[in-house]
């Protein structure tokens, strides 16, 4: 993977964790997801 590519993950991997970590514990909820998943959700995300 070269460096670009290696960099447009990483972002999305951010932009996938800081998007999913504004919403409140009761929208995580309705979604099934527990604060401490979005890392791996976001990993998932991006693959």
């Given at each position: 993977?070269?460096?670009s590519r290696s960099f447009q993950t990483w972002?999305?991997?951010r932009a996938t964790v800081n998007e999913l970590n504004s919403l409140n514990q009761r929208e995580l909820a309705d979604l099934?997801?527990?604060r401490s998943d979005i890392p791996t959700i976001a990993r998932r995300a991006v693959r």
């Open positions: 993977m070269n460096l972002r999305q991997y099934g997801i527990c």
